[in-house]
């Protein structure tokens, strides 16, 4: 069995749909393809869901009914028969009576995964009309009957596996298997979803629950850079990474990859490929165990950044100070992404602002706390950098005119991370280019 996953842009044309049908059906292993909501769709979803929660219903009104003309005429070039485009419209209507009925409910939590959830609701069913049109025989799965996190949001490949199996052994012979990435059930038995570019985690967790062969992810690019293409002009495709190697990338900005999708996959050993679909001949990237070989292979960067410094003269001689800092963090679930210690002061980056205020407030007693807003993480990435030949001497030339506020390097053998001020993200990545890179 191997995995398939499309993101937004490969399902987002009825042309790039009609694509994906060539490209599930090339070779006859059975698969279970994991596809995204077409591009922009989770965008408006959220855009309508604010205009929800501020009761600014027209407004709302008028972003469903611009998402609804887009879907139309989606629709109109998907299928060619008229029987599968009254079929592909009446999911339409369908999904669309929902969003024009909870103009009338009032606003909740559970209503704003809900709506979120109709993207790869529709993406799923619009693909398998097209693929009933094509007589090409396949099964939808509900991702919400077997995709579950737990209470504190996360998921489990056990659980899901054991959802799993008895649902796939239903249809025995079946070889290929439709379902939506992105969405699930969380502890309360509502639907929830993975956080946004969730579809990667969604591939990456079924692959490891059916123990795959593969777990494809394709996408609009061919495959993990050595930067952010984004950002930078010149930058290569990697042929190799090694779990770690992906896993500190995808972390730490590279935004191919969903932050935390790696794990399933290492954790049973499935080699994950990064394909493009409109490059489908494109070697891409392929994880796996091994690293392939030594240096550093990519930089990537992630904003949003706080930075948080205690200082506290009683640090010198109090062991247990460190613990009682930590335990701060954890008590508002927030994890720390790089840490650095001096004698009278430890400092400490979060990407989430969300309970700033509780954790500065609960840390005050111990010391003198500084905080600086709006930093970026610039991590760079390899197997075993530390052996790479005067790498940090590379490094610190390359990017001399940057103020750089934290420096975390050892915490493993494959990551330097840099914290610096948002505003020179883009220079420190065009700097390392060259520098590293020689691009
Ligand atoms: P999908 O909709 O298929 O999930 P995403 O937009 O989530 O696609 O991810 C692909 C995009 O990630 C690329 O178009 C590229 O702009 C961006 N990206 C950021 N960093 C990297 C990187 N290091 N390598 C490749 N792509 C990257
Ligand atoms: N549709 C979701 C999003 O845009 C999930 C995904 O595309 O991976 O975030
Ligand atoms: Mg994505």
């Known amino acids: 069995m191997k995995i398939m996953k499309f993101g937004g842009t490969s399902v987002g044309k009825p042309e790039r749909m009609h694509q994906v049908a060539q490209l599930i059906t090339k070779d006859a292993e059975p698969k279970i393809v994991v596809l995204s909501a077409l591009s922009g769709t989770t965008n408006s979803l959220v855009e309508i869901s604010n205009h929800l929660a501020k009761s600014d219903r027209e407004a ?44 009338r409910i009032s606003f909740s939590d559970a209503l704003y995964k809900d709506i979120l959830a109709q993207g790869e609701l529709l993406s799923t069913k619009l693909f398998c009309v097209f693929l009933e049109e094509q007589g090409i025989d396949h099964q939808l799965l509900p991702a919400l009957d077997f995709m579950s996190i737990d209470a504190n949001g996360e998921p489990h490949v056990e659980a899901i596996r054991a959802k799993l199996t008895p649902i796939l052994a239903q249809y025995a012979s079946k070889k290929l298997f439709i379902t939506q990435g992105y969405i699930c059930k969380n502890a309360r038995g509502e639907v929830d979803n993975l956080k946004r570019g969730g579809s990667d985690y969604t591939a990456s967790l079924v692959a490891a629950a059916v123990n795959a062969t593969v777990c494809e992810i394709w996408t609009d690019i061919d495959g993990m850079h050595n930067n952010d293409p984004r950002i930078v002009e010149k930058t290569n495709a990697i042929e190799q990474l090694s779990f770690d190697e992906a896993a500190e990338l995808a972390y730490f900005g590279a935004k191919i990859l969903h932050p935390t999708c790696i794990w399933p996959a290492q954790q049973e050993n499935v080699p994950v490929k990064l394909l493009n679909t409109m490059q489908p001949e494109a070697v891409g990237t392929v994880i796996t165990k091994e690293a392939g070989s030594v240096g550093i292979k990519a930089v990537a960067a992630k904003d949003g950044i706080i930075a948080i410094k205690i200082k506290s003269s009683r640090m010198l001689l109090a062991y247990g100070f460190l613990r009682k800092v930590f335990e701060v963090f954890e008590k508002y679930k927030t994890s720390i992404d790089m840490i650095t210690t001096s004698e009278v002061a430890v400092s400490v980056t979060i990407d989430s602002a969300e309970f700033l205020k509780e954790i500065v407030q609960e840390l005050e007693p ?70 590293l890179f020689g691009l």
């Open 60 to 103: 709302a009104r008028q972003s469903i009914d611009k998402l609804e003309a887009h879907y139309r005429s989606f629709v109109l070039l998907l299928a060619s028969g008229t029987e599968a485009q009254a079929k592909a419209n009446a999911i339409v209507s369908e999904h669309f009576e929902f969003l024009n009925i909870i103009l």
């Open 366 to 435: 111990f010391g003198h706390v500084e905080v600086e807003t709006n930093q970026s993480i610039v991590s760079i990435v390899g197997n075993e950098i530390a052996k790479t030949e005067s790498v940090l001497q590379k490094l610190f030339i390359a990017i001399n005119e940057i103020p750089v506020t934290m420096v975390s390097y050892g915490g493993s053998h494959h990551n330097i991370s840099l914290l610096v001020p948002n505003e020179y993200r883009t220079k420190t990545l065009q700097l390392l280019n060259s520098g």
